[in-house]
């Protein structure tokens, strides 16, 4: 059997990291089970559904090295979810109801009060074909409800109301259909819920796994039943924790501080996302992983916790920053270029551990190239005055910087802190950063004696 996985969004806003955490793992259980991977828009809802939005998903996925093997949209496939209503309407499986909103709450309010589950009664299933008529007589219009096997005399399916599948992340599950409500399946407008056409798309593309957040466990159970009305059967499901943040709290595409695009934009590595969108809430450690490839080879579903998966934003800064500092030039170069970054090789190697996104790069630069706000403390102007006259000559080079503090720890006697200091403040203008014996060369000597009152 090949391994064919989907991610399935809905294009009415932007992706954010806790909604990548699903794209990845079917992006890397398709890979590590040489299969394919399928974009599926939900599309159905025409007011909410919008072009951008699907267009910034691809390039958001795109970004995080995810590449589809085939792009679906729903929208394109309305008349093979008719169909498949019309077959179910055929079997008995589908009936209509004519409750409005208002008598389905006040029937559910009426059962909690006898401290009952607010189940529905099958009122509609019960309804005579004159009845019905009497409905559309007053301008109601039906919405459609699938017959769950959950009742005791259920004239369509088996008694059987428990359903049972091996999960790939939780083991072995087991939902009770007697608790629950018939689902609607088409609205009263006609339009579809997300159920049906998510299970004819898995049926006709081939779907063999789905893998999503622990909050559809309690749907997989009427979606297998649906599965099988329709005479197929169903994919091998895998239900992982959800990512949230450190206080619990859900991420949402409308709140966009974590979208993907956001975190493009302020220069955080998409090997930082995927890497904390993967292994946090695993038994795995949360480390920056340099390659999808190598992400592939430590992905593995049964180390995904049974806990939440809660995550701290500033987490990224860390795992990004080992990134850029491991980052060869090469990989940084066009984004250098990009922001009219120069020094080549020799400039990334001497400030790449100082950095923690590459966007970092262009203030180094600009100490390099100057000009640059020198600091100078009173005490220390006659050091720097005879910092001037010991500067060796000639160009300089990475043995400069040794020599040139060696002869004025022999000259004035300051050692550590206080011999080094000033002239990284006076060159730079920083208390810290990149190695000296890498930046005097870059900066060169003319800049150096120009900084050097």
């Known amino acids: 059997m090949t391994v064919t996985v989907r991610f399935a969004p809905s294009p009415t806003g932007h992706i954010h990291i806790g909604n990548s955490r699903p794209a990845l793992y079917n992006w890397l259980y398709a890979k590590k089970m040489g299969g394919r991977f399928i974009l599926r828009f939900d599309d159905t809802d025409l007011e909410r559904s919008k072009k951008e939005y699907a267009e910034s998903i691809e390039t958001d996925l795109r970004w995080l090295g995810i590449s589809p093997d085939v792009i679906e949209r729903q929208s394109d496939r309305v008349a093979a979810y008719e169909a498949a209503a019309e077959k179910l309407k055929i079997a008995g499986l589908l009936y209509p109801c004519y409750e409005t909103p208002d008598e389905l709450e006040r029937r559910r309010s009426r059962q909690r009060a006898l401290g009952r589950p607010p189940v529905y009664d099958r009122a509609g299933l019960k309804q005579t074909e004159e009845e019905r008529a009497a409905f559309e007589a007053e301008g109601r219009k039906p919405?459609?409800?699938?017959?769950?096997?959950?009742?005791?005399?259920?004239?369509?399916?088996?008694?059987?109301?428990?359903?049972?599948?091996?999960?790939?992340?939780?083991?072995d599950q087991t939902v009770d259909l007697a608790s629950m409500s018939d689902p609607v399946l088409i609205r009263a407008d006609g339009t579809f819920l997300y159920t049906l056409p998510s299970i004819v798309d898995d049926i006709d593309m081939g779907v063999s796994h789905i893998i999503r957040g622990e909050d559809h466990v309690s749907n997989t159970g009427v979606q297998i039943a649906i599965f099988e009305a329709l005479g197929a059967t169903a994919p091998v499901f895998g239900h992982h924790n959800l990512l949230t943040t450190r206080d619990g709290e859900g991420l949402s595409k409308r709140k966009g501080a974590l979208s993907i695009g956001s975190l493009r934009e302020s220069g955080v590595e998409a090997m930082a996302v995927c890497s904390l969108a993967v292994l946090t809430g695993t038994s795995q450690a949360v480390e920056a992983v340099p390659s999808m490839d190598a992400l592939v080879e430590k992905f593995d579903l049964t180390s995904v916790s049974r806990s939440s998966a809660k995550f701290d934003p500033e987490d990224l800064k860390g795992l990004n920053a080992r990134l850029v500092h491991e980052m060869p030039y090469a990989d940084a170069k066009d984004r250098l270029d990009e922001m009219g970054v120069g020094g080549g090789e020799a400039f990334w190697t001497a400030i790449r551990g100082n950095c923690e996104t590459v966007n970092d790069a262009k203030?180094?630069?600009?100490?390099?190239?100057?000009?640059?706000?020198?600091?100078?403390?009173?005490?220390?102007?006659?050091?720097?005055?005879?910092?001037?006259?010991?500067?060796?000559?000639?160009?300089?080079t990475l043995e400069t910087w040794g020599a040139w503090t060696s002869a004025l720890k022999a000259e004035t006697g300051r050692k550590g802190r206080g011999l080094f200091m000033p002239l990284r403040r006076v060159l730079t203008g920083l208390d810290h950063g990149p190695d000296m014996k890498e930046m005097l060369p870059l900066i060169g000597r003319k800049s150096i004696l120009d900084r050097l009152p």
């Open 363 to 396: 203030g180094y630069w600009q100490i390099v190239g100057g000009p640059v706000e020198s600091r100078i403390e009173d005490e220390d102007r006659e050091f720097i005055a005879k910092a001037k006259e010991l500067l060796p000559d000639g160009e300089m």
């Open 143 to 171: 919405h459609w409800r699938f017959v769950l096997p959950n009742h005791d005399g259920d004239p369509f399916q088996t008694k059987r109301t428990e359903v049972t599948w091996n999960d790939l992340c939780r083991g």
